[in-house]
């Protein structure tokens, strides 16, 4: 493929409820014909920022552990005239993660952006009243660090050369408002955040001298499907927020295309809120 695009990695770009690349339940967790959502958010915070680099002109790699996962998405944004491309990606595996980016390289060359955006319910589904410590095994511990935390460490090593020779390139990381403030019975979720927010604040500083930004962004409370398998109610998280409502996939495309974009060239080591004004605290 020959490709003239800059291009944009997009790690986990599907939503946790997929089915051969439709998306089968909706936030309030019914069952879904996902095209009765709007087509920017039929596949989570992911699918609505690749759909936006897409839009920004990016050739957007999707990555996914299983490429028909990533099928429809990919059509509705070669449907809306972007370009894309699958790739296989498993964060669990230092191969995988290896493997995935040569293929980036070759087929596309190397990224000018990498959005972070994998969750990682699955390895370590509890219900929220058992994600305590005294039921939580090892096993689940190491898979929240490895999607969150290890995975993104070994991602910056494999993006970070080629963005530093070039003079430019971004990261941004979608972590979560509890590395602000803790979610009660969210220990594995709000430890890999705050782990990885100190990891991305220090490679910022790292970097910075060679035109390379990196940037997290914190999800309040979205109407995707991870509120599903959190067992949560949408009304009633809306209630916490000072918008009024919960926010929805869309609202993170136009935040990191800004933060990848040379108008933000100055903004680097940040941790972002996009919450609607849930989190109450100063800084
Ligand atoms: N929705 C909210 O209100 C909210 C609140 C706070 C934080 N967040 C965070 O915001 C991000 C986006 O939310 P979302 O609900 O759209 O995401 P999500 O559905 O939880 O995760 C996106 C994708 O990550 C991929 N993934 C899971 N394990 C992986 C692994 N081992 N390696 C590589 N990819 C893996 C899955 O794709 P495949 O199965 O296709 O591989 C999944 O569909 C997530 O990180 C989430 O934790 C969301």
Known sequence: MINTKPVAVVIGATSKWQSDGRNTRLAHGRDVDDAELPVTARWGVGGAIAQKFAREGFHVVLTTRTAKNAAALDGAIREQGGACSIVELDLASAD??????????????????????????????????????????????????????????????????????????????????????PIPNLILSNTARAGVTGFLKTLALEVAADGVTVNSVQPGTHATDRLVGLGADPDELAAGVAAGTIGDPDDFGAVCAFLCSTHARFVTGVALPVDGGAYRGLQ
């Open 96 to 181: 995988s993660i290896a493997g995935a980016f040569a293929r980036v390289r070759e087929s596309v060359g190397d990224p000018q952006v990498v959005v972070l955006n994998a969750g990682y319910l699955e390895g370590r589904d509890l219900p929220p009243e058992q994600e305590l410590l005294e039921h939580i095994p090892l096993e689940m511990f190491e898979t929240a660090q490895n999607i969150a935390s290890r995975g993104p460490f070994l991602v910056a090593k494999a993006v970070m050369p080629a963005m530093r020779e070039r003079g430019w390139g971004r990261v941004v990381a979608i972590t979560s408002v509890a590395v602000r403030q």
